[in-house]
Structures are given as structure tokens and as C-alpha cells.
């Protein structure tokens, strides 16, 4: 049986490595995966059972991640991984529980230069938390800025066609 897995941050940005892993860090039912030679590993449960994981080979995706197939007690898994410094950088653009918990205006800037593509709002718009704010188009790619948190546009700093510099302001929502 296959299944497919999204790996926690912690284990996906630690393996491979010489040391436990705890895998869904905020679940309560926690499991910690420990390495025991190049293609083993022990895997300790919630209920303090330890079961022995068979390593398949690593396969790199086109993304920059890395799938790996673990088989369990039978159970064959294949695990999506991400290095440290990917898994570092998806966390910090990640919307966290603060982001929608804080109140005063927020500058959405730019993360990579290009073009505006498109512009899905104007100032005076209420918008919801990951409403798309505008499209910039960078090294042939279009990519949606959405918005960190609900409220209300407060002010649009460009339009479609403006080029950008990482950093730009883009827009205010207060």
C-alpha cells in the first residue's frame, strides 16, 4: 500500500543525520525517528512501541525536494523532504498565527523582483486573510501575492506593468 506523507519541518529539514527526529512536533501523538545505520531506522510511537523503518533510495524531485520510500511494518511510505535552508525560508514566508492576530497596518513588499502582472484590489477594499493582492510576473513566471491577514486595503503603491525591486512596497493593508 502506498501512501503519501507530508513530513513535518523538523524531520524533513534534519534527515539525513545522526540524531532522533520528532516528526509532527504539534501533534500529540508524537513519533521519533531514529537513525541506525545508513538505511535503517527506528521509529518510537505514542504508545512506546518501537518499530524498525527500511530506508529506500533517494530520489531528487525537480522542486529541490528529495522523496524518499520508508517502508514500516510492512506499510510502505514515501516521504517528501526538504533540506535546512529550504525548509527555513518556506517557514519564514509561511503565514504564522501571529501575522493574523496583529492589528495596525501591514506592508506587503515585494520578496523577488519583476513586473506587475495584474492588481486584484484597490485602496478601500475589505479583504480576507490569503486574498490575492496582485500578480508579479518574474523570469517568465507568474506568482500571487496574497494577503498576510484580513482587513481593509489601505493603499496600493503600483500598477499593472510597474516594475519592482525586492523590498518594493506594494501595498498597505491596515
Known sequence: MTQGIRVAPTLACLLPSDRPMVVAPNDATDVTVEP???????????????????????????????????????WRFELELEDDARGTLRERASRTADATASTGPVEVRAAIPGRVAAVAVVAGDEIEAGSTLLVVE??????????????????????????????????VIA
Open 138 to 171: 518574474a523570469m517568465k513566471m507568474q506568482n500571487e501575492l496574497r494577503a498576510p491577514r484580513a482587513g481593509r486595503v489601505e493603499r496600493v503603491a503600483v500598477g499593472p506593468g510597474d516594475t519592482i525591486e525586492l523590498g518594493d512596497v506594494l501595498a
Open 36 to 74: 541506525f545505520g545508513a538505511d535503517r531506522a527506528a521509529v518510537h510511537g505514542p504508545d512506546g512501541r518501537v518499530s524498525w523503518a527500511h530506508l529506500g533510495p533517494n530520489r531528487r524531485l525537480p522542486n529541490g525536494r528529495s522523496v524518499v520510500e520508508v517502508v514500516v511494518d510492512g
